[in-house]
C-alpha cells in the first residue's frame, strides 16, 4: 500500500502536483505560548482604548475613524496570528482576503447606493 | 499502469498540497463574511432610522459588553493555547484550554442572554423598531455561532477523552480554532459598529 502510494506521489509530483504528504505541515513554524499572549495583551489594551474613546468626549468623524481603526487594528491581529494567516501558505489568505474583499465591496455599493455616506 | 488517481480517497490526495478540511474551512469562513456582511450592513442602513424608542442609547449598558467582549477575546487567546498544547502533545493541557475556551464562551452566551432579557424588560422587542430588529437578528446570529462553536469545543473534549482524536490531534483542534477566532471577529467589528460608534435619536 505504501509503495502505491509512493508511486502515485511520484506521479503526481512529476506532472507539477504537491505532496499532499507535506499538506498538513504549516508554512512556518506557529508562535510560542508567549508570542500568543503578547498578542493578547495588546489585543485587550486595543479593546480598553477603544472603550476609552467611546467615553472621550469626542465626536463624529474622528471618533469613527479612530474606533473603526483600532477594530481594523485587533481584526489583523487575530487574523495574522491566532488565525496563522501570518504562518499558512499564502493561499490561505487569498481565499479569505477575497471573501473580505468580495463583501467589502458588494455592502459598500449597498449602502452608497442607499446613500447612507450623504449628509442627511 | 498508470495510476488512477480518480480513485483515491480525497483524505489521499489533493491537488493543491493543501489539507481539503483546511481549505474549506477558509472558504466557508469566506462565504460567513458575506453573511454577517450583510446583517452589519443592514444595521448601519437602518442606523437612527427607527421612529419610536427606545433607541440604543436607551438600552445599551458599555461597561457591560465590554467585559463580554474581554470574555470573548480571552477566549481566542485560551484556544490557541490548547492547539499549542496539542502542536506538543500535552493532550490533558489541551483538554484543559479547550474548557477553558468553552466556559469563557458560555459566560458570553450567559451575558448575551442576559442582556437580550435587559432590553426586552425595557420594551425593546424585535418588532419594535428598525434598531431592535436589526440589533436582535445581528447579534442573534452571532449569539447562534458561539453557541456552535461551544458544541464544537465540547465535542473535542469528549472525543479527546474517548481516545477517539486522531493521531494528528493538533489539526481538529486547528480547524476548530479558526471558526473560534472568526466569530472572535466579527464580535470585534460588531462591538464597535453597533455598541461603540453613538447612534443619534431621531429629533
Redesign the interface.
Known sequence: MDEQLDQFHQEAGEVGIPDPREAHAPHKEHPSAKEYVRIGIVLAALTAIEVWLSYSGLEGAVLIALLLGAAFLKFVLVVLWFMHLKFDDPRYSRFFVLGIAGAATLYLVVLMTFGVFLDP | M??D?AT?SPD????????NT??AM??F??????LF??L??TY??YRGASVTGPYPADVFD??FT?VS??VL??S??T???S??AA?KRDYARMRIWLLTTAFLGLTFVGGQVYEFTVFYREGLAISTNLFGTTFYVLTGFHGVHVTVGILMLLSLVGMSWGGRMPD?SA?PV?MV??YW??V??VW??I???V????TPNPA
Open positions: 498508470a495510476t488517481y483515491l489521499e490526495h489533493t491537488t493543491t498540497g493543501l489539507p483546511k481549505l477558509w472558504l469562513l469566506a462565504s460567513e463574511c458575506l456582511g450583510a452589519i450592513t448601519v442602513l458599555i461597561p465590554s467582549s474581554f477575546l480571552a481566542s487567546l484556544m490557541v493555547l492547539l499549542v502542536e494528528d489539526f486547528e480554532g479558526l477566532h472568526f472572535d471577529i470585534i467589528v462591538f464597535a459598529v455598541y461603540l460608534i453613538p
